[in-house]
């Protein structure tokens, strides 16, 4: 059985996608940083479902702390799928904004990436096969007001994307991040009414939790085997 990390795997996103590389027969490792508890519940939803899954904490934004959980889930064998899907907002116009605001997503969303990949690649490519999903946003495609700390994080997630793809080509590994746009939540919620969602976006909706987990769940997959380098957008038809 192959063995998938899907970082963020506590939030409303994560848990669809761990439930559906759970449905897929991944044994699906699924991580939190301040709530373990929904960690687990996750865990205990896959297996009630027939799925096979665990549960970690850290901080993806530690060095020390990821390569020590890491080094520990490796002693059972490499981890084959990773999905990486922390991320964090904070929000502020560029003339406004601090420092520790404008470090904090890059410290989750790009050097987490870094942090959490880079101990994962050794034991994957022994293996001759690998999926790495990076989670991304349609923000680090075509910007957003108040979130250039963010848009600068996920960019630089997706050179570091096709950079990487590009290095585990030859080696039956895939890199590639989806970008999703509005996708149903409560953070989403919050900042668009129904009004706005049917303004923005042609398809007049919203997108769904399960709608990227599909898209992860095929990218994971067998049959995803020659798609790499590819900054995958979701988002309705947003241009």
């Not at 970690?56 to 990773?82: N, S, Y």
């Not at 790009?110 to 989670?135: A, D, E, K, S, Y």
Request: charged fraction near 15%; glycine fraction near 12%.
């Amino acid at each position: 059985m192959k063995r998938a990390l899907v970082t963020g795997g506590s939030g409303d996103l994560g848990r669809a996608i761990c439930q559906r590389l759970g449905r897929d027969g991944l044994h699906v490792i699924v991580h939190a940083r301040q709530h373990p508890e929904r960690a687990a519940a996750a865990v205990e939803a896959i297996r009630a479902a027939g799925g096979s899954a665990e549960a970690v904490a850290f901080d993806v934004a530690d060095e020390d702390q990821v390569r020590q959980a890491l080094t520990r889930l490796l002693q059972a064998g490499p981890i084959q799928v990773l999905v990486n899907n922390a991320g964090v907002h904070a929000d502020a116009p560029m003339a406004g904004m601090s420092g520790i605001q404008w470090r904090q997503p890059i410290e989750v969303c790009l050097h987490g990436f870094f942090n959490v990949t880079q101990p994962l690649l050794l034991p994957m490519l022994g293996t001759r096969w690998g999926r790495i999903v990076n989670i991304s946003s349609l923000t680090g495609v075509i910007g957003n007001r108040g979130q250039t700390n963010y848009a600068a994080a996920k960019a630089g997630l997706h050179g570091a994307t096709k950079a990487l793809a590009l290095e585990l080509a030859s080696r039956g590994i895939t890199v590639n991040a989806i970008a999703p746009g509005i996708i149903e939540s409560q953070a989403a919620e919050a900042a668009f009414d129904a009004a706005a969602i049917r303004r923005l976006v042609p398809m007049q909706r919203a997108g769904t939790p399960d709608e990227v987990a599909a898209l992860v769940g095929f990218l994971a997959s067998e049959e995803a085997g020659y798609l790499t380098g590819q900054i995958i957008g979701l988002n309705g038809g947003i241009a």
